[in-house]
């Protein structure tokens, strides 16, 4: 049984989760592994190169995997009296931020965290917010990923702090740091270009038949993928917007009672199924939300709260694993603030 995370592979071993030692430093790196050293930064591998360099797979370490414990209370009324500070410092928040299949979770839960709370958080934890903001600014940079909704993020950060800065804890000086911080964030995501494809000959994406695109559009699942691939340009914003697409959408999501409310009375070449997915996504008892890459979720056994795709070492090993996902929104909740 193997999970991975920050580039590491963990391994479950008798009960206990391990991983790969990598705390190697110039001069206590085994003879074995001289060569792919080199490759490293020329002379130098540090702890966060994600490469993995093993020369004996024997050579293992205990690791606790983030877990945040100590969870009361059930549903909406479930509480942690660990501090902010220390319930993301167990989750490992300033680590996985920076990681591909978590940033979006963080982006829209430091999105929240400021909006709604940040009048409420020590200075230390504000400096630490601007900090991780940074980092994931340069993460969606380096990646060309996840550009607008960080553009979008920041906008409402700046607001915010414009807004409520006479209710923040700390010292002037604090605050402007953190407001030049954040704006320079906002600043390089606004004057960031997208490198643009080599005209190399090859095929693209545009090159394939309309009939094609549409039937790629219509394997996404989430209406939100489908409005995110409209807004590339203007010739994929078109094929978004067939109803074909969102046909198949409506039936992903909805069952045939809930549509037939909506559009029984229709005609059905006539029916623009994007309004029938908004009629029916209003008034929808249970919505399927959008998908993150990976979610902060709470095991039903031993109710600590991880992360999805990471795992953790449940002690309650009698029952089936099964869990419950946390939304941001969920998570913050949750926290003692």
């Known amino acids: 049984m193997e999970a991975s995370s920050r580039g590491n592979n963990y391994v479950k071993k008798n009960g206990v989760w391990k991983i790969v030692n990598l705390d190697y430093y110039p001069g206590s790196l085994p003879d074995e592994a001289d060569e792919k050293k080199k490759i490293v930064n020329g002379a130098r591998y540090e702890k966060s190169v994600s490469t993995q360099i093993v020369s004996d797979r024997s050579n293992y370490r205990d690791l606790p995997l983030p877990i945040l414990r100590n969870i009361q209370g059930t549903g909406i009324q479930r509480k942690t009296h660990e501090s902010i500070s220390s319930a993301l410092e167990k989750l490992k928040f300033e680590e996985y931020a920076s990681q591909y299949r978590q940033l979006n979770y963080c982006r829209e839960f430091y999105r929240l965290l400021v909006k709604q709370k940040f009048s409420k958080i020590s200075g230390t934890v504000q400096k630490r917010v601007g900090v991780v903001l940074e980092q994931m600014t340069s993460t969606a940079i380096a990646l060309e990923q996840f550009i607008p909704p960080m553009r979008q993020t920041l906008r409402e950060i700046c607001e915010c702090l414009r807004e409520n800065e006479r209710e923040m804890i700390g010292s002037k000086a604090m605050r402007r740091k953190n407001n030049d911080l954040i704006n320079n964030c906002s600043l390089r995501l606004n004057n960031f270009d997208f490198t643009e494809k080599e005209d190399d000959g090859t095929l693209c994406l545009m090159d394939l038949p309309k009939e094609c695109l549409i039937n790629i559009m219509k394997k996404l699942d989430q209406p939100r993928d489908v409005i995110n691939v409209s807004l590339t340009c203007s010739s ?102």
């Open 236 to 337: 994929l914003e078109v094929i978004a917007m067939d109803n074909e697409v969102w046909e198949s959408m409506c039936f992903h999501h909805f069952n045939d009672k809930e549509i037939t409310n909506f559009v029984g009375h229709m005609e059905f070449y006539s029916v623009q199924w994007l309004d029938v997915f908004k009629f029916c996504f209003k008034k929808s008892k249970v919505r399927k939300t959008y998908c993150y890459g990976d979610e902060l979720v709470v095991c039903d056994n031993c109710r600590g709260v991880y992360w999805r795709r990471v795992g953790h070492d449940c002690p309650v090993v009698e029952v089936p694993p099964s869990f419950t996902v946390l939304s941001p929104a969920d998570f913050l909740h949750l926290l003692n603030l």
